[in-house]
């Protein structure tokens, strides 16, 4: 009912910068809470960032004055600005967007991850 489609991964030299895309699509009738998540080989999934529907983010610890999460909600588009990266950001990210569709029922999806590698 909802799909997403994240973009903008790839490989970039540590202190480089990307940004990643993930664009809904479906019956969607408003989003509420999107976020980032990452996840690195051998490690659980963490949460990156989160944005609500006012526009209030919220960062963990290891990210918070490098990235920056926003939205087009015109779009149903989030975007995960990441500058000054390290090669322990190398991970998978996946957005995860949360909502209502029409009808009306909720959905919690997610997108099927892009992979970031930063060279050292």
């Known amino acids: 009912q909802v799909q997403l489609v994240e973009s903008g991964g790839g490989l970039v030299q540590a202190g480089g910068s990307l940004r990643l895309s993930c664009a809904a699509s479906?019956?969607?009738?408003?989003?509420?809470?999107v976020g980032w998540y990452r996840q690195a080989p051998g490690k659980q999934r963490e949460l990156v960032a989160v944005?609500?529907?006012?526009?209030?983010?919220n960062y963990a610890d290891f990210v918070k004055g490098r990235f920056a999460i926003s939205r087009d909600n015109s779009l149903n588009t989030v975007y995960l600005q990441m500058s000054s990266l390290k090669s322990e950001d190398t991970a998978v990210y996946y957005c995860?967007?949360?909502?209502?569709?029409?009808?009306?029922?909720?959905?919690?999806?997610w997108g099927q991850g892009t992979l970031v590698t930063v060279s050292s």
């Open positions: 944005i609500n529907t006012g526009g209030r983010t």
């Open positions: 479906g019956r969607i009738f408003s989003i509420s809470v």
């Open positions: 995860n967007v949360r909502g209502l569709l029409y009808g009306p029922n909720v959905f919690d999806a």
